[in-house]
């Protein structure tokens, strides 16, 4: 019975409730739960439309339908409802007459959830009637949805619309944006004003807040000419620490980790090598059909390197348990399982499409059928995981030899592949040869028969091929909106890896067509749509704000009409403030103390956890580790990423789980975020440190230490009015120290470490306008 | 539960009187925590908490859980689930184990009977193991399922599915789903609290208490039951509590400004409130681990002054207390780590299982009779049992392997009918027969008691909307009194 339920299970996984759920749903609950998945796995070999179809139907009995079963076969109604005696089929469970099924009696539980069943009525929700068509077969009609939805249509090229305020228009992005908030009788906010736009832009960039002598070149001119503006754009986009934080972008959609997650959380040695490859990518600005072939096919293309071959590591990100896979069918199943993963990511990163929920039937909402999914498999079926050195080139040295996990093939010799009934490996169906879903293709892509001395299928590389295509509007659509979505918080479409019936539908399809088509015109490189982006006057407009400090009800209800067309700022009538990622929480923080160490690239870095949270991990321990130093102040993205023991700061602030790909983060805010900045000896120190080098700049001057203090955190020129509270502060603290009988040098450390310490903790530096 | 309001009031006034330190928007988020607001529009500059408390689809039977998970897998046929049959065939294989019902291949088909008496409790005659001493006398309370099942026989599989339904990671756990559906009780403790073994973490480690695609305040939070009981609770040695005071005040003006400045990013207000309640939870969290507060004949009774249950004990008393203080969802650890630190008895089933069970009888009695005396049994939903039962044949010659194919749980309080057995193993307790429980099952009926049609319980996730039970698991009527 075990492999039944473990089919119900898989079966269920994917069911969208709504469609699953009818008139009645407890009834159609049991019949779901108990009754069919008994009648597919032992009666319908004999007693389907399949069967019928293979000639292989016995005595004219049809299970796969309600009609079918009342009408029953040769003997007569196999289901009277209410009616033991009547319904053939339990003298055939009880093999009291019949002995159903052949192979031996079912347990007395399965014969009892029949018996329970028809006694109130064999409630059976299937509509269709017997041979009409096949029970799996496709609900939604392909071809239609292909000529139809919108994310499958050619990209249009329809002229940008025409706007009434033409001032307001910097360049094509904001006549789409613009138009949409006319026809709504809502206007744009202001521009954001030069220290804003800058650490806006620096964030979104680099991930890095703007440096102090970058702030005081802003605070030299009164406003951030368009000149200025570009130049500091195209210098953030040549930065090499661009790649550091787009990079990481992509590492998310990529679920990477440098352990394996299940059971021991074995160690993966050199994962890193494919973080930094994704880096690297990112700053050479690699032309995307590149980056997609060699990530998937990086040993299949004409010039395979290390390079290349690392890319693959794309395939092998995912959890594993490799230590403990277990034997027989069950590898056999983990082999599926691992595949799956591939096959399910590289759907939902490259087309946003959620084809992983076709392993186990016909997909309920997407045209996507469980011949789609095995047959995007079967591009990957002949591959393995395995670890293969790297060549000397790659190899610094001091390094020991080590393997790189690669999803290559190691022959041309084609595994079959074949549909598996519910996902399970006890049901195989037709086999299938390699082809991208159908719904996506007028014509079939032909791929290749490997010539008899071919190392690889070439069929990894043929579908990288077609997902690159210029012609691939739906695979372009998504890398714009992911672009889009990083700088704006929101994607044009709101669930960035699902573009099927089910997701989102884009609030401005047309600018969404006309960005993929700037990647396009750009060979598909990324960095000229950035520039494009932020030098609109969409993404310089402000965030909302009011000088207003006493609040009423009153005030706050009259603030909020003006809002109340657009309350989640979905026609990009101002700037939605951010709170900082993660990772670039913590590198800010260690840009502002001063101890950030730029070194890129290499093995993860473990900075300190505290040994209390390191015993509640299992083996590959976090080392315990006294005191920080350069070596662990390095940007985040360098951070070691242990499936089973995520750093605390990172996952407080919602950095992804990477058991699944991660399109969105989160911007959660809970009393944990706020516990752990204010107590995380991390922070405790680095404010410390921050205090050391205001006193050091300022020679001792609290005043000009407090100014520089708001700078360098709040990236902007302070108001008077912060300055005498923070100066206020800074002496009030002073004194308490000082009644400690301690130094003044120290009493005033002390003092501006607390005040460092706040902006640390303080809204404007963790959110950014 | 009848203080909340007056506390709930109190508090207000106490923040009125508060002044600039913790702003206004604070206070809006407290009272609409509270349902005082709730009615209102919301104008901007407010937040909706993703733990205010939340009415359920129906009149709840129990309002918190409290979940003992036996991490290893404790055998059906040692402690609950006595079988003859099985003695009788001692050393010689039985009829209905297959090659397939092993889990390690060093499993093979030849009984092993159990090295525990049996006897009847209660009124209601109920059979327990000689292990259980204490816990024997609370069986009238207890609904004995002795038909559970579930889909994998490996722990890491095993523990996703008895926590979150699916067998792999990723997906929110009941615990998770509980406060998602009815929100947090207190102000000042996190909604769902898990306690570990002193063994450490089981398998899977911090993946099992995940909230999966939920918002991070439905994740389990760990806490020690001893020291500091969360992570971060306490500022570094270094830094006093004045000096911590002064820290926040100044930034609670800022970040209240802030948050005044830009009224239609509500998360800034949430930010406002966060501090607010992360500076309460330091005092009352730490309150509530220090178990100094409670009475020497509690922490006789809870079994404090016993080398070997002391550590459960701590843990279950804690879970008492944290449920008391309105925490949602408690789930304590039984074993940690693996192997024989857990209930995982591969090597030698009675060794194993007279520690464990020495560790956690009284504890476990103690919460009972505890819960009851003070009249919050009935809200509380007591579940007992772990990702999987044993093997019926012998391991090693006298352990017992991995076994999902029919094992036992139990549940007390919260609107469960006490003095039961449900289900049936067959007759070497080996595969559930009579009134098979499947996981799901146990999900819909835990999610029925806190007032959840499950079928309507949803999470809106990339497009589609998840349950916890998926499109499986009947509510069981048979257990509800």
């Known amino acids: 019975m075990s492999t039944a339920r473990i089919c119900l299970l898989l079966i269920v996984s994917c069911l969208p409730l709504n469609l699953a759920v009818g008139a009645d749903p407890a009834a159609d609950m049991f019949f779901e739960q108990k009754i069919r998945p008994v009648l597919v796995e032992h009666c319908y070999s004999c007693h389907s439309t399949e069967a019928a179809a293979k000639k292989q139907l016995k005595s004219g009995l049809l299970v796969d339908s309600r009609e079918g079963l009342r009408r029953g076969g040769d003997s007569g109604p196999a289901v009277v409802p209410g009616d033991l005696d009547a319904s053939l089929l339990i003298a055939a469970l009880k093999h009291d007459s019949f002995k159903m099924p052949p192979s031996g009696k079912l347990p007395a539980s399965v014969i009892a959830d029949f018996e329970h069943w028809i006694k109130l009525g064999a409630h059976d929700p299937r509509e269709t009637p017997a041979g009409a068509k096949p029970v799996h077969g496709p609900s939604i009609d392909i071809d239609r949805a292909r000529r139809e939805h919108w994310a499958f249509q050619p990209l249009s090229s329809s002229p940008p619309p025409e706007v009434k305020n033409r001032a307001w228009v910097l360049n094509d992005i904001d006549r789409y944006i613009l138009a949409a908030m006319e026809a709504q009788g809502l206007t744009p906010a202001a521009s954001a004003d030069p220290f804003v736009l800058t650490r806006r832009a620096h964030f979104d960039l680099i991930g890095l807040p703007p440096s102090l002598a970058e702030i005081e070149r802003v605070g030299q001119t009164s406003a951030l000419d368009d000149a200025a503006y570009a130049a500091l754009l195209d210098r953030l986009l040549a930065s090499p620490h661009y790649g550091e934080r787009w990079g990481r972008h992509w590492l998310d959609l990529a679920r990477y980790a440098d352990s394996s997650g299940f059971h021991s959380d074995l160690d993966r040695p050199n994962a890193w090598r494919y973080r930094d490859y994704v880096i690297e990518s990112f700053n050479q600005d690699k032309p995307y059909p590149q980056f997609i072939a060699e990530q998937l096919a990086g040993d299949e293309l004409d010039k395979v390197n290390d390079q290349t071959r690392i890319a693959t590591g794309f395939g092998c990100n995912g959890p594993s348990n490799d230590d403990n896979a277990g034997t027989g069918k069950a590898k056999l199943k983990y082999r599926l399982d691992l595949l799956d993963d591939v096959v399910s990511t590289t759907s939902t990163v490259f087309l946003g499409l959620t084809i992983g929920c076709a392993r186990c039937h016909d997909h309920k909402i997407d045209p996507l059928t469980s011949v789609d999914y095995y047959s995007l498999l079967a591009i990957f079926d002949n591959t393995e995981r395995v670890g293969v050195s790297l060549t000397k080139a790659v190899k610094k040295s001091t390094e020991p030899p080590a393997a790189i996990q690669q999803l290559i093939e190691k022959s041309s010799q084609v595994r079959p592949t074949r549909v598996l009934r519910r996902g399970n490996i006890d049901f195989p169906g037709d086999e299938v040869g390699p082809a991208v879903p159908t719904v996506l293709v007028s014509r079939p892509v032909t791929f290749p028969t490997p010539s008899a001395d071919a190392s690889t299928t070439g069929r990894r590389r043929q579908f990288a091929e077609w997902l690159g295509s210029p012609d691939n509007a739906l695979v372009y659509r998504v890398l714009a909106n992911r672009v889009w979505q990083h700088h704006f918080g929101r994607g044009l479409v709101a669930t960035p890896s699902n573009f099927g019936l089910g997701g989102a539908k884009p609030t401005h399809p047309e600018l969404l067509d006309y960005l993929a088509g700037q990647i396009i015109a750009h060979g598909g490189r990324i960095k000229p749509l950035h520039k494009l982006i932020m030098t609109s006057s969409t993404y310089r407009q402000k965030a909302e704000s009011r000088k207003l400090k006493a609040e009423t009800d009153t005030q706050l209800s009259a603030f909020s009409s003006q809002h109340s067309t657009d309350p989640d700022n979905l026609l990009l009538t101002r700037f939605t403030p951010r709170r900082l990622e993660a990772e670039v929480l913590r590198d800010a923080v260690l840009s502002a103390s001063g101890n950030l160490n730029l070194r890129s690239g290499g093995p993860g870095i473990k900075p300190r956890i505290r040994n209390d949270l390191i015993t509640t991990s299992q083996r590959n321990k976090w080392p315990e580790l006294k005191q920080e130093g350069p070596n662990e102040w390095r940007r985040s993205v360098y951070i070691y990423v242990k499936r089973q023991l995520l750093m605390p700061l990172m996952e407080l602030f919602d950095a992804p789980t990477t058991t699944d790909s991660c399109p969105e983060r989160m911007s959660s805010v809970v009393p944990t975020q706020a516990l752990v900045l204010m107590n995380d000896e991390f922070i405790d120190d680095q404010a410390r440190y921050l205090a050391r080098r205001l006193l050091a700049d300022s020679r001792g001057d609290v005043r000009r230490a407090v100014e520089r203090a708001l700078q360098l955190t709040w990236g902007k020129r302070p108001s008077p009015e912060r300055i005498e509270q923070a100066v206020a502060f800074v002496n009030e603290r002073k004194q308490a120290y000082l009644v400690d009988k301690i130094s003044p040098d120290d009493a005033r450390h002390r003092a501006v470490t607390d005040l460092a310490h706040v902006l640390f903790n303080s809204s404007e530096f963790v959110y950014v306008e | ?481």
């Not at chain 2, 901007?44 to 979940?67: C, D, E, M, N, Y």
């Open chain 2, 1 to 481: 539960m009848s203080s909340k309001h007056s506390a709930a009031l109190d508090r207000r006034q106490l923040l009125q009187t508060a002044g600039g330190g913790f702003g206004a928007l604070a206070l809006r988020w407290l009272l609409e925590r509270d349902g005082l607001l709730a009615a209102e529009s919301s104008p901007p500059g407010t937040i909706s908490s993703p733990l205010a408390p939340r009415a359920p689809h129906f009149a709840p039977r129990a309002k918190s859980v409290i979940f003992l998970f036996m991490y290893g897998g404790p055998s059906q046929v040692d402690l609950w689930d006595p079988k003859p049959e099985l003695t009788r065939f001692d050393g010689k294989a039985i009829p209905v184990f297959k090659a397939e019902d092993a889990f390690n291949s060093s499993t093979k088909n030849v009984a092993l009977r159990t090295p525990f008496r049996f006897r009847k409790h209660g009124q209601a005659g109920i059979d327990v193991a000689e292990t259980f001493p204490e816990l024997a006398k609370c069986v009238d309370d207890l609904c004995v399922i002795r038909s559970v099942h579930c889909e994998s026989n490996n722990h890491a599989p095993a523990l996703f599915q008895m926590n979150s339904g699916f067998l792999q990671a990723g997906r929110p756990c009941l615990g998770s789903w509980a406060t998602y559906g009815l929100g947090s009780e207190s102000d000042n403790l996190p909604a769902f609290v898990v306690l570990l073994d002193h063994q450490g973490a089981p398998i899977n480690g911090a993946m099992n208490w995940s909230n999966g695609f939920m918002p991070a305040a439905y994740q389990g939070v760990t806490f020690r039951s001893s020291g500091e009981p969360i992570a971060y609770l306490k500022p570094p040695k270094n830094v006093s509590s004045s000096q911590q005071q002064a820290r926040l005040k100044l930034l609670q003006q800022w970040n209240t400004d802030y948050a005044l400045r830009h009224p239609t990013e509500s998360s800034l207000a949430a930010r406002v409130a966060s501090y607010e309640l992360a500076y309460r939870m330091q005092t009352d969290a730490a309150e509530c681990v220090n178990l100094d507060n409670e009475p020497e004949w509690i922490r006789e009774r809870y079994g404090l002054n016993n080398k070997v249950s002391q550590f459960f004990g701590r843990n279950v008393l804690m879970a008492r207390r944290l449920i008391e203080r309105g925490v949602r969802f408690v789930q304590v650890y039984s074993g940690g780590n693996e192997g024989p630190r857990a209930w995982d008895a591969h090597d030698d089933i009675k060794a194993n299982h007279e520690l464990h069970c020495a560790e956690t009888d009284r504890p476990i009695a103690a919460l009972l009779a505890d819960l009851k005396e003070r009249g919050m049994l009935d809200e509380t939903l007591v579940i007992w049992g772990g990702e999987f039962g044993r093997s019926p044949v012998a391991q090693a010659g006298k352990g017992r392997d991995h076994h999902p194919h029919g094992f036992t749980m139990w549940m007390a309080g919260g609107g469960i009918k006490g003095g039961q057995v449900y289900g049936a193993t067959d007759d070497f307790g080996c595969h559930a027969v009579e009134k098979r429980v499947s996981v799901p099952d146990l999900h819909a009926t835990v999610l029925h008691l806190l007032g959840f049609d499950h079928t309507r319980l949803t999470y809106r996730h990339s497009g589609r909307d998840y349950r916890l039970t998926d499109v499986a698991g009947q509510v069981i009527h048979d257990w509800i009194a």
